[in-house]
């Protein structure tokens, strides 16, 4: 089927909204840790995580207007200056989606969803302990995107764990082996197959096509 | 295994690259289809394409420094403000793969590529015919993230052609059912099954976990 502009503009809002969010492709499914300076823990899901660069390892992710809406997660980033990323694996992928619940601001989502915190000494936030695939990010920069007030909330890699099954020769990762899981839109969730692992491409070794 | 910033730091360049970009999770793929002012046609793989927001509908990509290195895609964008986002499905997945490699100025990664152009009336970037899930963007804003000299470039859709069977009621998509493909790291592809669809989440209709 083939919708110009006027024809997205006319469908139904919760259609649109969950047909917008679902044309990019299949998502990153990162639970994201935070924690306040008295201490009070926070986890939510995002499905934006970009990786933006290796040198510094930077990543990003895109955060909803904060100007309206109270943003635990962002604001205990700018509290501690620390978050974690924590990839959600299918024994546990209906306990991440629910942290997406606007509980009471007293409630932390680790304890509403069955979720179990964790810590590295020296590190403010909580990693997941279910999660396999864990990282602590520093805070380094927010940049505006003003063309709808969301923001990109940028940190750099301070530690990862990764289990030693997923690691590959040369720094290549088989996620399926920890059943990672991708979303699309913001209900549709997927497991994944490793199917192929290419070379770098150079244009004297292309195949036959 | 256990990285501290340290050990991050110490490996071998190449792994550093290919584990530093898989420790964010699956990755969308998507190849970019762009035509210069004078009709050449360019195509080039991404994997850092984001959504920004449903209304309007923006989606956002990273570009690498684009200040050392022409980079045709953005210069296409710039030259004739639209651009498209074709999905990848497993069918051409290594054909895909290989748009990323360096080829001479004059050449289109299509052809190199064995990928073919298919164009709609009015609208002056390329289309991957082989793609089922097509998407044609306007350009937006282009937003300099100075940490890294990386651009987070931005643009609405303006247009979406979405296969019929990929379609579930109220705007949700099985992407498994055109064989979508994800990535990890730039080398390591995946395919998809979906396993789970669940409502958007209230804290009173919590399950018990």
């Known amino acids: 089927m083939y919708y110009s502009k006027a024809d997205l503009a006319q469908l139904e809002h919760r259609e649109r909204i969950n047909l917008i969010n679902s044309v990019s492709g299949i998502k990153p499914v990162n639970l994201i840790g935070t924690a306040s300076a008295s201490g009070a823990t926070n986890l939510a899901i995002f499905s934006s995580v970009v990786h933006l660069g290796s040198n510094p390892a ?30 959600v694996h299918r024994d546990f992928v209906q306990r991440a989606h629910y942290t997406s619940a606007k509980f009471p601001d007293e409630v932390s989502e680790f304890a509403a969803c069955g979720l179990h915190e964790a810590y590295r000494e020296g ?13 602590g990010l520093r805070y380094r920069e927010s ?3 003003p063309l709808n007030r969301t923001t990109l909330v940028i940190g750099e890699v301070e530690n990862a764990t990764i289990p030693d099954r997923v690691r590959e020769e040369g720094g290549h990762l088989d996620l399926s082996r920890v059943d990672d899981v991708g979303l699309s839109g913001m209900n549709s969730y997927y497991a994944l197959e490793k199917i192929a692992q ?10 036959l096509f």
Do not use: C, D, M, W
Request: charged share 20%; no cysteine; net charge neutral.
């Open 143 to 145: 940049i505006p995107i």
């Open 123 to 135: 590190f403010a936030a909580p990693f997941v302990r279910e999660s396999q695939l864990q990282l």
């Open 198 to 207: 290419f070379p770098y491409a150079r244009p004297e070794e292309l195949p």
């Open 58 to 87: 930077l990543l990003g992710f895109i955060l909803r207007p904060h100007q309206e809406v109270r943003r635990h997660t962002y604001e205990n980033i700018l509290a501690t200056g620390v978050f974690t990323l924590n990839h």
